[in-house]
T-cell receptor, first 113, second 113 residues
Framework: AQKVTQAQTEISVVEKEDVTLDCVYETRDTTYYLFWYKQPPSGELVFLIRRNSFDEQNEISGRYSWNFQKSTSSFNFTITASQVVDSAVYFC??????????FGKGTKLTVNP | DAGITQSPRHKVTETGTPVTLRCHQTENHRYMYWYRQDPGHGLRLIHYSYGVKDTDKGEVSDGYSVSRSKTEDFLLTLESATSSQTSVYFCAITRGQGVYEQYFGPGTRLTVT
């Protein structure tokens, strides 16, 4: 069985603070893929990143960075110098040996001015 | 923009009535998915399709059926809507075969009274 846990239900920060969203996953597959999606208040789902299980390099894209650690089954997402526009619900997801994505329940991030 | 549209975007219906939601894509993608999103549950897969007339169940398929008679359209039917099916429904596609990120449509908000 595959499972994704996002233990933080809601996070509130003040603009310019750094914030890390946690994602812990469970899978028996040796090959798998991890994803992060953003859902702003307007409701659409926006793909942010995909990482495969063979690539543990961290990735940085502007103010966003992702830390993938197989040893702890975690794929955490950090936003540096947060902005109000970062306010959204963020979902972590896992895909193993099938075509199905399993999503975590999401973390609602509120960035206050 | 993944070229995905959903119709209707909003619908209110009564318990016991049949409802069909449509997902339409313009880019000839093979894989299509239906999810529902509920507070506290994240996104859960209802059904998916890997080709014309080829469909399979997700984790919450009870009470739902799907059809795919042509590549561009994937229909989700609630044969007899219940209040527990009040939700936001998202359609998604993958741009490649196998494990690729999914791109989502704008969603349909369904209310069953």
């Amino acid at each position: 069985a595959q499972k994704v846990t996002q233990a933080q239900t809601e996070i509130s920060v003040v603009e310019k603070e750094d914030v890390t969203l946690d994602c812990v996953y469970e899978t028996r597959d040796t090959t798998y893929y991890l994803f992060w999606y953003k859902q702003p208040p307007s409701g659409e789902l926006v793909f942010l990143i995909r990482r495969n299980s063979f690539d543990e390099q961290n990735e940085i894209s502007g103010r966003y960075s992702w830390n993938f650690q197989k040893s702890t089954s975690s794929f955490n997402f950090t936003i540096t110098a947060s902005q109000v526009v970062d306010s959204a619900v963020y979902f972590c997801a896992l895909q193993g040996g099938s075509e199905k994505l399993v999503f975590g329940k999401g973390t609602k991030l509120t960035v206050n001015p | 923009d993944a070229g995905i549209t959903q119709s209707p975007r909003h619908k209110v219906t009564e318990t016991g009535t049949p409802v069909t939601l449509r997902c339409h894509q313009t880019e000839n993608h093979r894989y299509m998915y239906w999810y529902r999103q509920d507070p506290g549950h994240g996104l859960r897969l209802i059904h998916y399709s890997y080709g014309v007339k080829d469909t399979d169940k997700g984790e919450v398929s009870d009470g739902y059926s799907v059809s795919r008679s042509k590549t561009e359209d994937f229909l989700l039917t609630l044969e007899s809507a219940t209040s527990s099916q009040t939700s936001v429904y998202f359609c998604a596609i993958t741009r490649g075969q196998g494990v690729y990120e999914q791109y989502f449509g704008p969603g349909t908000r369904l209310t069953v009274t």
